[in-house]
Structure formats: structure tokens, C-alpha cells
């Protein structure tokens, strides 16, 4: 689970397209059930999904275009690989539908959403978006000169745009008055817009490092 800097694609539509107030107020939160699936199908489906962030500094929103699956004990670039339980981990053998949330390298955090049921040590890591709502916190959070089609094209760049950080760990994401959760707007994703590929600097990790479970929405 070393993540490195995803590619993003423009499609069409745009995956940019900004939404206002009213087109989040309507979103369907994505529940419990959505998550109590098998991972790899929980990865494919969160793509063109929105994960929102609130604070005190308002609201940022952002389109998912890059997510990699990760499958427990029998997975050696999994952080849960032959059942370890650590307290850094502890949120990933926790029920699906929660945050699972590690610093990588002592600098950047990175944001993982657990998936199919407590005891599993599953997770989806969300590598990249794209920021449709809240630039304006996005950008002061990234600093000036980031393009906006590069706040959030990154793990560790998509939890500093929305303010993530290890406080998040373990958060319920299908709560959304707990300031961050995932909703469905509808968005179209075309299955040939959806690449899947192996898994980005896991070299380490043996045969899993062939497995292709990194799931990138863009054109191939």
C-alpha cells in the first residue's frame, strides 16, 4: 500500500463539472450495504462517486477517479497480510463503511474506505480525484501555484485539498454529520472509460503484485 502519483484523464463529461449547494444537498448518501460487498467490486463502483469533506472552513467535494483494492490476510501488499493486527491497523479489521486512515513516509496521509464486514482487514485506497465543489478551501489547503486539476490528483494531495488526516481514522462514512462521507449524484461512468491495471509500488508484495486491482476512470 505504497501509494505514488496517479494518472488523470479528462473525459467527457468533464469530471471537473462544479456542483453547487443544492445538487449536494441532494446526493444519496452511500450506505452501510454499498461497502458490505467484496472489495474489488466496492473499488470499481466508487469511481465518478463523491467524497465530501465539512469543516469549519467550509465544504469541499470531490469526484473519485482512482481507487485500488486491497484483500486482507491473503494479500501481501495489504497492511492486514497474514492477519497482522497493530494498533496503526486497528480501524481496517472494523466494520465496512468506516475511514481506515495511515501516514505514509511521516509526510502525507492517505485515506482508505473498509469494506465487506468487521474481521475482514479489507480496503479500498482512494488514490485520486477530482475537486468539483470547495476549490476555493482546496487551494488554500494545497498552497498557491497548484493547478486545480492537481490538488487532488494523489493520495496524500487528496487528503491535504479535503483536510484529512490521521483524527479521521476510524470515522463512520455513512454519517455524514460526522464531517466525511461518500455520496452517489448519479454521475455516468461508461465501463470503456474504466481501466484496471496492477497496483502502483507494490513490487514487494510477490504474485499480489500482478493482481489487477487498481481501477482508473479516464480513457484508455
Request: charged letters at 25%; glycine letters at 14%; proline letters at 7%.
Amino acid at each position: 500500500m505504497k501509494p505514488a502519483p496517479p494518472v488523470t484523464q479528462m473525459i467527457d463529461p468533464p469530471v471537473s463539472s462544479p456542483l453547487d449547494v443544492n445538487d449536494l444537498a441532494s446526493l444519496q448518501v452511500l450506505a452501510r450495504g454499498f461497502y458490505q460487498r467484496p472489495t474489488a467490486d466496492v473499488a470499481r463502483d466508487l469511481l465518478g462517486k463523491l467524497l465530501l469533506r465539512a469543516t469549519a472552513a467550509g465544504l469541499v467535494a470531490a469526484r473519485i477517479l482512482e481507487v485500488e483494492a486491497y484483500l486482507g490476510p491473503q494479500d501481501r501488499a495489504c497492511h492486514t497480510f497474514g492477519g497482522r493486527r497493530t494498533e496503526r491497523v486497528r480501524s481496517m479489521w472494523g466494520e465496512a463503511g468506516h475511514a481506515y486512515v495511515y501516514l505514509i513516509y511521516g509526510l502525507h496521509h492517505c485515506l482508505n474506505i473498509v469494506t465487506v464486514g468487521g474481521g475482514a482487514g479489507e480496503a479500498v485506497l482512494v488514490r485520486g480525484a477530482a475537486i468539483v465543489h470547495g476549490l476555493d478551501v482546496a487551494r488554500r489547503r494545497r498552497g498557491d501555484g497548484v493547478a486545480d486539476g492537481r490538488l487532488a490528483d494523489g493520495p496524500g494531495k487528496l487528503c491535504q485539498a479535503l483536510g484529512i488526516d490521521r483524527d479521521d481514522d476510524g470515522r463512520d462514512l455513512c454519517q455524514p454529520a460526522r464531517g466525511l462521507w461518500l455520496g452517489d449524484d448519479g454521475w455516468p461512468v461508461e465501463e470503456r472509460l474504466v481501466r484496471r491495471t496492477p497496483r502502483i509500488g507494490v513490487g514487494y508484495a510477490g504474485p499480489a503484485a500482478r493482481w489487477p486491482l487498481r481501477f482508473v476512470l479516464g480513457p484508455h
